[in-house]
C-alpha cells in the first residue's frame, strides 16, 4: 500500500518543497505539499490508484484515465492516535476544510466522509477512545484500551479544482468487505452501524484495502465536483 508519507521522504531526499505542521496532541504529525499539474496524476496513480481500480462503471473509466488529476493539487498526510474521535475535527477544520473551501466543495460531504472513516478506524479498527464510546453503541469495551489509544490513524487526504480523494488507515485486521452489504442490513435507523452506507453515498468511489505485514486496513474515498 503506496503511502503520500513515502512521496514525502522522497521530497526531503531530493530536498523538494513540504511543510511540516507542528501541532499539539493527539496529531502527531502533519505534512502539507503542492504538486504541479504534470505531476499530480502520476501521484495520485501511485498512491491511489491501485486501490480504484476496484471501482466499477463510468467512475472507474475516468481514474483510469487519471484526467481528474491532471490539475495542481494540494497532498495531506495527518497521523494521529487513537485517543479520542473528536479528533477529526481538529483535521478538518485547520487542514482539510480550508483546501476543500477555496474549491467550492460541499463542506457537510466532506465532513461525514472523514467522521465516519476516522471513527471507524478508532473503534473498529484500533479500538481506542473513551470507554462511554463503546457502552453507548451497546459494544464490549476492549480490554488493552488504555494501550490501543496510542495505535495510529493515518489521514491522507489530495485535493484539486477537479476532484478529492481522501483515505483513513489503522492498524486493525479488517473485515471481508464480501460479506457487506450496504444499505440492505436493515440497520440504517441505528445509531451506529451505518458509517460505511453513509460514505458510499456521498462519495463517488469507496474501497477496502488489506496490507499484512505490518498490519494496515484502509478505507478510501474519491468524489468528483
Not at 502527531?28 to 504541479?36: G, K, L, N
Not at 487513537?82 to 477555496?102: C, D, V
Not at 479498527?125 to 464490549?140: A, F, I, K, W
Request: overall charge neutral.
Amino acid at each position: 500500500m503506496a503511502s503520500l508519507l513515502e512521496e514525502i521522504a522522497r521530497r526531503k531526499e531530493k530536498r523538494e518543497p513540504y511543510i511540516r505542521i507542528i501541532a499539539g496532541m493527539p496529531i502527531e504529525e502533519t505534512y502539507h505539499f503542492e504538486v504541479a499539474k504534470k505531476d499530480a496524476a502520476k501521484l495520485f496513480k501511485e498512491c491511489f490508484a491501485l486501490e480504484y481500480a476496484q471501482c466499477k462503471g463510468e467512475k472507474k473509466t475516468i481514474i483510469e484515465k487519471m484526467t481528474c488529476f491532471e490539475a495542481p493539487t494540494s497532498c495531506f498526510y495527518i497521523r494521529t492516535d487513537s485517543s479520542s474521535i473528536n479528533t477529526f475535527n481538529q483535521i478538518l477544520s485547520g487542514f482539510i476544510w480550508p483546501a476543500a473551501r477555496e474549491q467550492s466543495y460541499d463542506e457537510d460531504a466532506l465532513r461525514l466522509c472523514l467522521e465516519e472513516s476516522y471513527v471507524n478506524a478508532i473503534t473498529h479498527g484500533n479500538q481506542g477512545g473513551c470507554e462511554s464510546l463503546y457502552t453507548v453503541r451497546d459494544l464490549p469495551v476492549p480490554a488493552n484500551l488504555a494501550e490501543n489509544k496510542k495505535k495510529p490513524v493515518e489521514v491522507e487526504f489530495i485535493i484539486n479544482e477537479n476532484c478529492y480523494a481522501l483515505r483513513v488507515t489503522d492498524t486493525g485486521k479488517g473485515f471481508d468487505n464480501s460479506k457487506i452489504q450496504l444499505g440492505k442490513d436493515g440497520n440504517l435507523m441505528a445509531p451506529s452501524g451505518r458509517g460505511l452506507f453513509l460514505i458510499q453515498c456521498y462519495s463517488d468511489c469507496m474501497v477496502f484495502t488489506k496490507q499484512d505485514d505490518p498490519q494496515k486496513f484502509s478505507i478510501s474515498m474519491v468524489k468528483f465536483k
